[in-house]
């Protein structure tokens, strides 16, 4: 008898889900988790990384978890599932009621689902987590992996347990997917889901029919003045992000006043409000959305025509991942930064406000102390804190050993005495405030230098690049000097400061050396200063 041939990568992207090829980077990453590999995948919108899972789940037995972030996105990936022939799938979250769920529950465990997409929130539900695991899937997948670093610590901590869920469902290889996500961001990810040598595939950032142009202003009226102008002669449709709700109903309106089909989106909408902007907006009822940034995952609208932000991001790998929704189809798109340096002060003293405070951290400890393990309900009402404020707090003690969270509602007690967990959080919390604040420079320092946008993005995200790149206004003024020469070290070495340990060179240019370190985020050092003080020397291998 002949042996059955195992299909290929190709053939099932090809047989199911219709598509003519694969790319080199989609491939590589679908071959490492078929052969059980953890991988990471940095890939920019548009190159295809859902296919990565479609096809992986054909290729591996068994049912694949695709933990989603927003419900209307979970109904575009079961959507999409359903117009290819990859397996049926089924999307779990508190749209559907008891019934529905039952529904989904019985036809994981008769066999007949491929994919279930749910939240990370869904991991709370004990029936959800027994079902799961009883179904034994083959593969996890984190999509928007990045929202581990973005919301995990803020707003959504159950991001941070993911590693966890995925221990609790038997520990299938893991996909971690993502559009942007520089080298801090990668190493934070990989670390919160627990990826056992990952194979990490970095593909594809420079988008060369994407133009990237920065207009700095003194006074916010010209700088608005200047948007609006810019908005009502582009080519549409498009997209303007802004920092706050307000800024984008009153945007919004104002564009409304001059002619042009705008809409509103944020998180501050009633639910109906904010799929009619996103329908509206897919369909081509409405030109351009004045957004947050929770605006945009999901949009899979490949003639965008710009992507504006009224004001600095908060990073870099925030502002790559808005960008890239320009553009899609291949044909010239634009970005612009309407930059108030101002805004640097704001974004700055946002991030220095997360601080935690130590007298709630005392209270979980204190009410943690006497106990083995206890519900996360009870240890609110015990620490005296809304849930909310209790949750964001207890991923940090859980990193300095205070604590374990179980999938579920389960707190125990751990190793690390009562009187020290409080300083190390607190340390730890510094700690990463600081990486926080590397992040904003980074991002001022493309808006304000005389360097190559392109380079700035592509080295950051730790893909070397050297300039000219053509498609920014700096090298469009022939601003751009020839990089490296003189530098002490070149991207991609490993350094080590006195002060600052051991850290990875991001970029070196002539007059410049960009580092980034584990304890400190990005730091930009003068090349000169380097080599008259000896800053920085190599790190040892290994």
């Known amino acids: 008898m002949t042996p059955h041939r195992r299909s290929t990568a190709e053939e099932v992207a090809r047989e199911r889900l219709f598509l003519e090829r694969l790319r080199t980077g989609q491939r590589e990453a679908i071959e490492a988790v078929r052969d059980g590999r953890d991988v990471l995948a940095v890939m920019p919108t548009g190159y295809g990384k859902s296919a990565i899972y479609q096809v992986a789940a054909v290729l591996r037995p068994g049912p694949t978890v695709v933990v989603s972030p927003l419900i209307a996105l979970q109904s575009d990936q079961a959507g999409a599932l359903a117009d290819a022939e990859a397996g049926e799938a089924a999307v779990l979250n508190s749209t559907l009621g008891a019934g529905a769920r039952n529904d989904v529950l019985e ?40 929202c581990i670093s973005a919301w995990g610590h803020d707003f959504r901590p159950d991001y941070l347990q993911l590693g966890t869920a995925a221990e ?5 290889p893991i996909l971690a997917l993502t559009a942007t996500a520089g080298p801090l961001v990668r190493d934070e990810i990989a670390a919160r889901l627990g990826l056992r040598d990952p194979d990490v595939v970095v593909r594809g950032f420079l988008r060369e029919n994407l133009h990237l142009t920065v207009e700095t202003f003194h006074e916010a009226a010209a700088r608005d003045e200047a948007l609006r102008s810019r908005v009502v002669g582009a080519n549409k449709p498009g997209i303007v992000y802004v920092a706050t709700r307000r800024e984008a109903e009153t945007l919004a309106d104002e564009l409304r006043t001059a002619g042009v089909g705008a809409a509103p989106y944020h998180a501050g909408m009633r639910a109906r409000e904010r799929d009619d902007t996103h329908v509206g907006f897919l369909d081509g009822g409405i030109d351009v959305v004045v957004a947050t940034s929770a605006f945009g ?23 790559y991942q808005e ?19 101002g805004d640097v002060g704001r974004r700055r003293f946002l991030a220095g406000a ?21 519900d996360v309900e009870d240890l609110a009402r015990a620490a005296g804190l809304p849930p909310g404020r209790l949750a964001v707090m207890l991923p940090l003690l859980e990193d300095v050993g205070a604590l374990e969270i179980d999938v579920g509602s389960a707190v125990r007690r751990g190793a690390t005495l009562a009187d020290e967990a409080v300083a190390r959080a607190i340390a730890l919390a510094d700690e990463r405030r600081a990486v926080r604040s590397s992040r904003i420079e980074m991002m001022r320092t493309y808006a304000e230098s005389e360097r190559c946008r392109w380079t700035a993005i592509l080295t950051y995200l730790g893909e070397p690049f050297a300039p000219p790149c053509g498609r920014c206004d700096v090298c469009d003024a022939g601003l751009v000097e020839d990089a490296g020469d003189g530098a002490p070290f070149t991207a991609g070495d490993g350094v080590v400061h006195a002060t600052w340990g051991v850290g990875r060179v991001m970029r070196a240019d002539g007059d410049q050396v960009v580092v980034q370190f584990a304890t400190v985020g990005y730091r930009t050092l003068s090349t000169a200063l380097v080599v008259e003080e000896g800053l920085l020397g190599p790190a040892e291998a290994g």
């Open 107 to 146: 036809r994981l465990a008769d066999g007949r689902l491929e994919y279930v997409l749910l939240a990370p929130e869904q991991f709370r539900v004990g029936e959800t987590v027994d079902a799961l695991r009883a179904a034994a899937p083959s593969l996890f997948v984190v999509d928007e992996a990045h």
């Open 297 to 319: 995952l999901g949009i899979d609208k490949p003639d965008i025509r710009f992507v504006h932000h009224r004001s600095m991001p908060d990073s870099l790998d925030a502002y």
């Open 323 to 341: 960008v890239g929704r320009a553009g899609r189809d291949g044909r010239a798109a634009d970005a612009v930064l309407f930059h108030l340096p």
């Open 354 to 374: 997360l601080r935690p405070d130590e007298d709630d951290l005392g209270s979980i400890v204190g009410a943690l102390a006497p106990r083995r393990s206890i």
């Open 168 to 172: 609790a469902l038997g520990r299938p």
